[in-house]
């Protein structure tokens, strides 16, 4: 699933803190193709220093055209019926399997589900369908795709957020520099957060000081499900089509097929 859960998840994602995005940023030129790259990179370089940024995890960031290939032809992921999707994304044996980890993580579950009010299923939907339960979470370095996707004018202003999110959690030592690794489109860990939802969302849900969403099981899930509790998820409720969650699937990713996808994986997982 590597690259399209990883374009279908930042498709997902609201616009967030844009007021970060500075005026000298702005006034640097965006561009469609790699012409202007460089001295944009130079623009927001000098802008991200003057607020006190360390800009070091850029070194040998590069115009990443694979990365504006596959942006440009993200609607190709959405094809089909939902069943044709799950067949793709969520095939009977994630179902299996996310019923044999929820079997065997019932007290790591219970715990979340105390806390955020979030069922497993919900969580085992999106763990799978995202990274396949953390299997493909990708090994790009997110640097150089968000520096890309930012200087790219389609969605500049969103992206130059996500760049200096993603620089703060490398700075204040969130996650190292060098692990901050994806499939290449900017998102982090095992259910894709983009950076500043990291910032905004992420906890330390197992007590080691750390909001790790690369290798902690417990953090992983209990961030997805602060993110859902803080945009509004109805403790316990249904999230199917016409129920009371079923809305905020849409905060997680935006495509339709997506959410009826998610809503009818989480509800094989749970039956």
């Known amino acids: 699933m590597a690259f399209l859960a990883k374009k279908t998840f930042f498709a997902a994602t609201v616009l967030a803190l844009l007021g970060l995005t500075t005026p000298s940023v702005l006034a640097a030129q965006c561009g469609n193709d790699g012409s202007g790259f460089g001295a944009w990179m130079e623009a927001y370089k000098a802008d991200a220093a003057a607020r006190g940024i360390d800009t070091s995890p850029l070194a040998g960031a590069k115009y990443d055209r694979g990365v504006i290939k596959i942006d440009r032809n993200q609607h190709a992921a959405f094809k089909g019926t939902v069943e044709q999707f799950l067949a793709r994304r969520a095939p009977a044996s994630y179902v299996k399997k996310a019923k044999g980890l929820l079997k065997s993580n019932a007290g790591l579950f219970g715990k979340i589900e105390q806390r955020y009010g979030v069922q497993?299923?919900?969580?085992?939907?999106?763990?799978?369908?995202?990274?396949?339960?953390?299997?493909?979470?990708?090994?790009?370095?997110?640097?150089?795709?968000?520096?890309?996707?930012?200087?790219?004018?389609?969605?500049?202003?969103?992206?130059?957020?996500?760049?200096?999110?993603?620089?703060?959690?490398?700075?204040k030592g969130y996650i190292s520099a060098a692990q901050m690794k994806g499939a290449g489109f900017g998102e982090l860990g095992q259910t894709q957060f983009l950076p500043s939802k990291y910032l905004q969302y992420a906890v330390d849900f197992d007590g080691d000081g750390r909001r790790d969403l690369i290798h902690s099981r417990a953090d992983v899930l209990a961030s997805t499900a602060n993110f859902l509790k803080g945009h509004g998820w109805s403790a316990g409720g249904g999230y199917g089509p016409g129920e009371v969650n079923y809305a905020i699937w849409n905060d997680w990713n935006r495509a339709t097929i997506y959410q009826k996808a998610l809503a009818e994986f989480a509800r094989r997982i749970a039956n």
Do not use: H
Request: aromatic share 12%; proline share 4%.
């Open 120 to 171: 497993p299923e919900v969580l085992l939907a999106i763990w799978g369908m995202e990274t396949g339960f953390g299997a493909n979470s990708g090994n790009k370095s997110v640097f150089q795709p968000l520096a890309t996707l930012a200087y790219d004018c389609r969605r500049s202003e969103f992206f130059t957020n996500e760049l200096d999110s993603a620089l703060e959690i490398a700075q």
